[in-house]
């Protein structure tokens, strides 16, 4: 069949912007600031700033809702940083949880070897064939628990949230009662000690995830593993990731981790080229046997139907809630002319997703306009992440407002005083409408969907 002719309703996916341009937006509009800049930074670090908190919260809390509030099937789990180094033991992760290094012998910078490129040269100075064998670096960051500094109190920050759930799967089993199949998800924090973190906030050494343990049984664990991938792609779409900047990456055989028997990465089509956004694998029976060995006790699952115990196998959908953040961010950035044919800023975020959902704004800053103003701001405050802005002309906090993505403003001007109705303007088709401050709650829920 010959390709069908592009929709022309549909206007063509443009090219990502540069890293610059959203490293830039994000540091002056409040999204993300070097960590420690007073101090002159350290080394790819960042800090959140209020815009940046509230597009995380919510990237997680859509995680959440659409993991663990709407399923009937999966639990939620918080377990500590810190856990028993035989843990890292029985998971591979001492042994295997490593990247090849190697360093230029010209210019001394380290490199990870499988992210070299072929041409030979070192991609600081340009050295011809001037790297080290390489020797496995293991990334997990070490530390000591407690006053003593010995081996016996050596400890690790958990390089991935997993390995907590694995280690409860009896805990929440007997706990709550649960049937296969099930699942356990878990937001928090993970250390890696990357050799070469960078591109902003995409490869940090300390960032966060989102992963879920769907424990199944093992002859259904295939159908699992293609419903999970359909399932979280389908997330990045509702939430409004274009999908032309989103693709599949079915690993290889020989690219496999050493538990899975199938990986599926989701990658995003960021600026600097295609990479991961998350990986859904198929991780069989390996981590509830081998901590089952190192543990000695029993993990597994009571088969009523055969009466049998069985170790059931885990779909791990395992996501990066930074990379995620950072894919929305770039993804909504948007330039396009305004009616006077000047460049208009704006992140399309979905309302979701959004660090603002409506802002407040009085016409100008008036004694007569602000009660009026800040009691419509209250009457939407327990409802929508909002925010009252009454500096600078109304254009320019329209301006201000399209740049961190609020997709409705709410305008109080001196008619309001009298007719008690006010303007909302929408921030991609700059559309504006009178509503009665009576109806706004409505209106406003009608507009975001929620
Ligand atoms: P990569 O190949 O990019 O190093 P990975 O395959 O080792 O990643 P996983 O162990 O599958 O990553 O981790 C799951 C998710 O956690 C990744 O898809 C990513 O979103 C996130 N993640 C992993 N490492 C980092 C990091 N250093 N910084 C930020 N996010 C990370």
Redesign the pocket.
């Known amino acids: 069949m010959p390709d069908a002719a592009p929709d022309p309703a549909t206007p063509p996916t443009p090219d990502p912007p540069s890293l610059d341009v959203i490293v830039s937006l994000a540091k002056r509009r409040g999204f993300v600031f070097p960590s420690s800049e007073i101090y002159g930074g350290f080394a790819s670090t960042w800090d959140y700033g209020p815009y940046g908190v509230e597009l995380k919260r919510n990237v997680k809390e859509q995680w959440w809702r659409a993991m663990v509030r709407e399923r009937p099937d999966i639990v939620g789990l918080d377990a500590a940083i810190l856990m028993a180094p035989k843990v890292w033991e029985a998971s591979g992760h001492i042994q295997n949880f490593t990247d090849p290094l190697v360093d230029c012998k010209a210019c001394k910078q380290r490199f990870r070897e499988d992210q070299l490129p072929n041409d030979g040269r070192c991609p600081n100075c340009a050295a011809e064939h001037s790297m080290t064998e390489s020797r496995q670096f293991n990334l997990m960051f070490g530390t000591h628990v407690g006053p003593v500094q010995e081996d016996a109190a050596r400890a690790f920050l958990r390089p ?1 949230t997993a390995q907590g759930i694995f280690v409860n799967f009896e805990n929440v089993l007997t706990s709550t009662r649960r049937r296969l199949p099930f699942g356990i998800a878990q937001i928090g924090k993970s250390f ?1 000690n ?1 050799i070469t ?1 960078g591109n902003f906030t ?4 300390e ?1 966060e ?1 989102m992963e879920m343990e769907f424990f199944v049984q093992p002859d259904s664990a295939p159908e699992w593993h293609e419903r999970w991938i359909d399932l979280r792609e389908q997330w990045y779409l509702d939430l409004g990731i274009d999908p032309n900047n989103l693709r599949r990456d079915v690993h290889p055989p020989e690219k496999l981790s050493h538990y899975s028997a199938g990986t599926t990465d989701l990658q995003y089509r960021f600026p600097w080229g295609w990479d ?4 859904i694998a198929n991780r069989t029976d390996f981590d509830l046997k081998t901590h089952a060995e190192h543990s000695g006790k029993r993990l597994s699952y009571f088969d009523n139907d055969t009466n049998e115990h069985i170790v059931p196998y885990v779909i791990e959908p ?3 809630v ?2 995620a953040a950072l894919a929305f961010l770039i993804d909504a950035y948007t330039v396009e002319p305004d009616e006077k044919g000047n460049d208009r800023t704006l992140l399309k975020f979905h309302p979701r997703i959004a660090p603002t959902q409506v802002a407040v704004l009085p016409l100008s800053r008036n004694e007569k306009l602000s009660p009026l103003a800040q009691d419509v701001w209250t009457a939407l405050r327990p409802h929508w992440i909002t925010q009252y802005d009454e500096t600078q002309s109304i254009g320019r906090r329209y301006r201000r407002q399209d740049e961190v993505g609020t997709p409705l403003c709410v305008t109080v001007d001196f008619d309001s005083l009298d007719d008690q109705a006010v303007t909302i303007r929408e921030r991609d088709s700059q559309e504006q409408v009178r509503v009665p401050i009576a109806g706004l709650v409505d209106a406003v829920r009608d507009k975001l969907g929620f």
């Open positions: 991935e890696r990357e973190p995409f490869r940090t050494r960032f995830q991961e956004l998350e990986g395992a996501a990066g930074d990379r």
